[in-house]
Structures are given as C-alpha cells and as structure tokens.
C-alpha cells in the first residue's frame, strides 16, 4: 500500500515557477513509476509526466515538454514537478500517481495509487 500527499501548488503569475512535492508512504516507493496529472472542472484528468522508478525514462505531455520537469529522489520518498513559464491554461488541481507498471508512460490513467491534489492557480 502506497499513500501520496501533494504539496506545494498556489497561486502564480503567468511566466511564473511552482514546484510541487509529492510525498509517498511505504517502503517500495523506489519500485512504483511515478506521474503527475491535472485536471479542471467538466474536463477528464489529463496526463502532464512521469517518471521510471530508477529515473531512466522520463515522459511529458506535449503541452509542458520543455517547460516542466518531473524528477525523483528514492531515499526521500519524493517526486518532484519543477513548473517553469506558468500559463493561465496550466491552472488545474494537480494530481501525483504511483503504479506497479510502466505504462503511465503513455499516460496511461489506470495507475495503482492517487495522491488527493493540489490547486495550481495562473492568473493572467
């Protein structure tokens, strides 16, 4: 059993940084993949990154590649998403997710475990 507890979303200016925390129970975190997600009310969760358990591979939505970075620290029990550039359109509550498997790769939803979410709000 693995619990996820998000932290460090608020309110930015556009072309401002956030850096959200995603703080994981259990001592087999090093062996989960790890994602974060976003979702804004009426829409479907939608995939943003993930990262493999021993941080080979890194996958990103087109619409942060290059603007947001997923890492991990395995002794830490830590995910990271570094938010550079913020747009008024990233504005979403952000979800982190754990799974067994590695196809969150796609962005895949089916993940094991859910964090509850934390709000990131772009003013314009």
């Known amino acids: 059993q693995v619990q996820l507890v998000e932290s460090g979303g608020g309110l930015v200016q556009a072309g401002g940084s956030l850096r959200l925390f995603c703080a994981a129970s259990?001592?087999?975190?090093?062996?989960?993949?790890m994602g974060w997600f976003r979702q804004t009310p009426g829409k479907e969760r939608e995939f943003v990154a993930a990262?493999?358990?021993?941080?080979?591979?890194?996958s990103y939505a087109d619409s942060v590649k290059g603007r947001f970075t997923i890492s991990r620290a395995n002794p830490k029990n830590t995910v990271y998403l570094q938010m550079n550039s913020l747009k008024p359109e990233d504005t979403a509550v952000y979800y982190c997710?754990?799974?067994?498997?590695?196809?969150?790769?796609?962005?895949?939803?089916?993940?094991?475990?859910w964090g509850q979410g934390t709000q990131v709000t772009v003013s314009s």
């Open positions: 990262i493999s358990w021993s941080g080979s591979w890194l």
């Open positions: 259990g001592r087999t975190f090093s062996s989960y993949t």
């Open positions: 997710a754990a799974d067994t498997t590695e196809r969150m790769r796609s962005g895949s939803h089916f993940n094991d475990y």
